[in-house]
């Protein structure tokens, strides 16, 4: 009982214990302040923090958001310049960050070190709590103006701040922009109505002033919501947030909250535009209808919301979704599609993209006319009972791959802390299910909700968003008007103020803090051993079985694991379609639509993926594999492994049109991730000549891979042309299914037997005596290329040819990486430059050591930046300090934990490409044996200007003031 170690300053309100996650929940409320905490007790040894605040804009000024950012630049205990920065690299953490969302802003880290925990909580109370707030850091992370010569009052004023690039990189998405849109329309009273990270046009009006009125009135204990995960006794943890921060204030009685909002008598149709810089914009417009549904507070609501949305859009068999997928008015469904569940109030959501303006009218017909037949007449028991398995199956499961699993439990309840509603109950849904099975007996309860919340909810919004292609040059031309508006105004006085500010701020930027008042972990901190699940060794069962038990709390997963075939080019290409169609069409007798819905009865997922990488000792030398993946809960483990077989054996390629579909939301899938990823999209393209499974990569699922999905879909336009993808999926299928196969099984150990005679009873092993392995074409050469798109900002790489894993000098490139970023990168990219990051790291799979910057206002500078951090490195001395932080960054990085079932396949997938669990902890041993000397030898060795292979995402306009020795390419 967590009540018997509550401290003196704080009531204990309550606990649950929630039997389906092994969890216990504590509520606390702090006596003099009333902030609550709520505390998940657990025997996790990864333990979690989170302070977050109620911050509700009146504008789309950016505050909260650049408020998160400033709040990280210095605090009364830690009145260093970057305490956030420095910690990362002086931490063993598994996750620091900051989030701004629509109402709440949050600061979480977890550690699995308790030394490093209470370190790191000690900086954050502080930040939140006690923040500097130095008008530099305002001026660095929100926005300033500047002369483009910084101390030439003759030359232009331009814009600049790190939020301010962020948010023109964000809004760069055309998904962002309809988002940000609908809401306004959606929420035309409260918060919502306004961007809380920031529009462009919007944060130069934000004052200092302003932002610090903001931090005293929200970041206050009274405002705030405590939330805490693992083993740590939820004693201690009170004694630090009193003697560190709650203390030292008292209770604030104004209450801070959004408001219901204003609902609509009549629906609303609009539209807007949105900024597409490419010649052919044609089938490029968005619509999207959204309604206002009940609060998300009301759990019971929340679950019937979750349930309907999943019944009318969760694959290809829920009706609202198999329209929006085969209708002719657009090319597919809408990114927005689902249920937005974190706002005061829920919002359900679909749309098409990839359409006309003048179908708006069509579109909305269509919707309402699926829902119309729906609630006439109802929807197959079966459907609904699949989908409220699979709300049973994501609340059983142990996550933790992507986030901390405490985290993530954290984040799922929190909306619910921040309205001030129920966070143990939404963790605790099992009374909820309980309560819907009752209710979804009535076959009339789906029909009611789709009436009651969306055929007779007036409060609709259907929005069309239309490109322009002249929108971005208007945008532009009033910004530099606005520039000139100001500059024409400025006194001598006031053209020296920003001369001698953006001075002041260099040399701030340049300066070198004390960095031992910031608290710190140090090698001797670091685990001894790598901690790498073991399989179990298997006396019998199927041939080349793995087989790993682990706690997965009633969950089984799967894999088949299938050696790839030597495949041409044209074969190759088509790989990523081929993996997506394997899950996505009809096996044997079912048709696509009724494989999703027997997929979504039986499983928690079917997907397939290919895996290639270069071998240990040589990049040219590469292994590929094909991976079927799935999950179920114990009790559907047969059906799963009868489904995976079958799909195997009988997947059929003959429904064109179900293909043509996939290969439209494929390309605009891919056309859309192009700014929220273009850094990791840069690199690929500037390694893509370097390594064979660098090239492939860049081919399939990189810049190359974007162009060829949009050929693709042009090419299949005509019948003839679909039936022959038809024919060649079918045939690369019948590749597949000849080649050698294995078997991974993650399970816990009492279903052990089961699962083995499963796999044994429904798998066999292909005749494969002439079967010749995957092989990619040798490859070692430099690019130098510019890659055009619709961005507001740019994404720079360069890349290095150096060496594999089993090479002495991989460890010191490895450490290289984070000791180039920490020392230099971070501040003359970030800081100076104005990105939003900026890095540098070795890819020891393909052999080559990448720089990257991430919505970066410059191209030509931040390559130079690049070169000239190497320079820096070579010129340093006496940074035993600095190596230290790199090497526990690389060591924190490869000891990060995962969930059971996640670390279970990490762990054989490693082994399957040579990265045995003797090898990773041999090279974890070398990353803590690299030397200064040694990071200076290799830099010298291998990152030579004359060996760059250089790679940027950008815009046409940028690209004319470029080098012309870089191609230019097209997206």
């Not at 023109?168 to 306004?184: D, E, N, R, Y």
């Not at 749309?351 to 009218?361: K, M, V």
């Not at 090419?715 to 060649?728: D, N, P, V, Y």
């Not at 050469?781 to 798109?789: A, E, K, M, N, Y």
Request: glycine residues 6%; charged residues 25%.
């Amino acid at each position: 009982m967590q009540q018997d170690n509550c401290h003196p300053a704080f009531h204990f309100l309550g606990n649950t214990q929630i039997d389906a996650l092994n969890v216990e929940v504590a509520e606390f409320e702090h006596k003099a302040t009333g902030a609550r905490h709520y505390h998940i007790a657990t025997d996790h040894d990864e333990n979690v923090f989170l302070v977050a605040f109620r911050t509700v804009p009146e504008d789309s000024r950016g505050i909260a958001h650049i408020l998160e950012h400033t709040a990280l630049c210095g605090s009364e205990r830690y009145p260093v310049r970057d305490p956030f920065f420095m910690m990362t690299r002086r931490s063993l953490n598994t996750f620091m960050n900051a989030f701004t969302s629509s109402d709440w802003t949050a600061y979480p880290f977890a550690s699995q070190n308790r030394k490093d925990y209470f370190n790191l909580l000690d900086v954050y109370l502080d930040a939140a709590f006690f923040s500097r707030l130095d008008p530099l850091d305002f001026a660095q992370e929100g926005h300033r103006v500047e002369f483009a010569e910084a101390d030439n009052p003759e030359s232009d004023l331009v814009y600049k701040g790190v939020v301010y690039n962020e948010m023109k990189g964000a809004m760069s998405s055309p998904v962002a922009t309809l988002w940000q849109t609908l809401t306004k329309y959606l929420f035309p009273t409260t918060t919502y109505h306004h961007n809380s990270g920031g529009d462009p046009d919007c944060i130069p009006d934000l004052t200092y002033e302003d932002l610090c009125e903001f931090y005293r009135s929200h970041y206050h204990p009274s405002n705030a919501v405590f939330m805490t995960f693992g083993d740590i006794p939820v004693e201690e943890l009170h004694r630090r947030f009193e003697e560190n921060a709650l203390a030292r204030f008292e209770r604030r009685d104004e209450q801070i909250a959004v408001e219901d909002e204003k609902r609509y008598f009549a629906p609303v149709r609009v539209e807007e535009a949105y900024a597409l810089t490419q010649d052919d914009i044609s089938q490029s417009t968005h619509h999207v209808m959204g309604w206002l549904l009940p609060r998300s507070i009301d759990l019971d609501e929340l679950m019937q919301a979750h349930l309907l949305t999943r019944v009318l859009l969760d694959n290809s068999s829920s009706p609202l979704r198999a329209a929006l997928e085969s209708t002719d008015l657009g090319s597919a469904p809408s990114p927005l599609c689902g249920l937005e569940d974190s706002n005061r109030e829920m919002s359900f959501l679909c749309g098409l993209e990839g359409s006309e303006p003048e179908h708006a009218a069509a579109f909305e017909t269509l919707v309402l006319d699926t829902l119309e037949q729906v609630a006439r007449e109802g929807v197959p028991m079966e459907m609904v009972e699949a989908q409220l398995h699979q709300l049973e199956l994501a609340q059983r499961e142990i996550t933790g791959d992507g986030y901390p699993f405490g985290l993530q439990l954290i984040l799922a309840s929190m909306p619910a802390a921040i309205h001030r509603g129920n966070p143990v109950g939404v963790l605790d849904i099992d009374p909820a299910l309980e309560k819907l099975r009752e209710l979804i007996k009535d076959e009339n309860f789906i029909p009611g909700l789709i009436r009651r919340w969306l055929l007779d909810n007036p409060h609709r919004v259907r929005l069309t968003l239309r490109p322009d292609a002249e929108m971005a040059d208007r945008r532009e031309a009033a910004e530099a008007a606005r520039l000139a508006q100001i500059k024409s105004g400025l006194t001598d006085t006031e053209k020296q103020a920003i001369i001698d500010r953006a001075a002041a701020l260099e040399a701030r930027q340049a300066q070198i803090d004390d960095d031992s008042v910031l608290p710190c972990v140090t090698l001797e901190d670091v685990p001894a051993e790598l901690n790498l699940p073991t399989a179990t060794e298997l006396a019998s069962g199927p041939a080349n079985t793995t087989l790993f038990n682990a706690g997965t709390n009633g969950l089984v997963y799967q894999q088949v694991i299938v050696d790839l075939p030597d495949l041409d080019e044209s074969e190759q290409a088509l790989l990523p379609l081929y993996t997506y169609c394997l899950t996505e069409l009809g096996c044997g007798e079912r048709d696509y639509r009724a494989n999703q819905a027997y997929q979504s009865q039986v499983t928690g997922g079917l997907h397939a993926y290919t895996s290639l990488r270069g071998q240990i000792d040589d990049e040219q030398s590469v292994s590929g594999y094909l991976v079927m993946s799935g999950k179920a809960l114990s009790v559907n483990s047969e059906k799963l492994t009868s489904l995976m077989a079958e799909t195997m054996e009988q997947a059929r390629f003959d429904e064109t049109g179900r293909i043509r579909e996939i290969v439209a939301q494929q390309r605009a899938r891919r056309e859309q991730g192009i700014t929220g990823s273009g850094h990791a999209l840069a690199m690929m393209a500037a390694s893509a000549n370097l390594a064979p499974v660098a090239s492939f990569s860049h081919r399939t699922r990189g810049l190359e891979g974007v162009r060829r999905a949009k050929a693709l879909d042009k090419r299949i336009q005509s019948e003839e042309a679909l039936k022959a993808l038809g024919h060649e999926l079918a045939a690369l299928h019948e590749r597949m299914k000849a080649a050698p196969r294995r078997f991974l099984l993650v399970a816990e150990e009492d279903h052990e037997a089961a699962v083995l005679s499963q796999v044994e009873q429904y798998w066999s092993m292909p005749e494969s005596a002439d079967f010749a392995p995957l092989a990619l074409p040798r490859t070692r050469q430099s690019v130098g290329q510019l890659w055009l798109t619709n961005t507001q900002v740019n994404f720079c790489a360069t890349a290095f040819p150096t060496v594999t894993t089993s090479h002495p000098d991989a460890a010191a490139l490895t450490v290289l990486g984070d000791f180039l970023r920490n020392g230099y990168l971070h501040r003359a990219i970030r800081e100076q430059g104005g990105a939003y990051g900026a890095g540098a790291g070795q890819d020891n799979g393909d052999g080559v050591f990448r720089f990257f910057s991430y919505r970066d206002p410059r191209v030509e500078g931040t390559l130079s930046d690049f070169v000239k951090s190497v320079d820096w490195l070579l010129d340093c001395e006496n940074e035993e300090q600095r190596l230290q932080e790199a090497i526990l960054g690389v060591i924190s990085s490869m000891d990060k934990p995962g969930s059971p079932a996640g670390e279970a396949k990490s762990t054989y997938h490693s082994s399957l490409f040579g990265r045995t669990p003797d090898v990773r902890r041999a090279f974890r041993q070398q990353i803590l044996s690299v030397t200064l000397d040694d990071l200076k030898r290799v830099a010298k060795t291998y990152l030579k200007p004359e060996m760059a292979s250089i790679a940027v995402v950008t815009n046409a306009k940028t690209a004319e003031s470029l080098p012309d020795t870089l191609q230019r390419i097209d997206v």
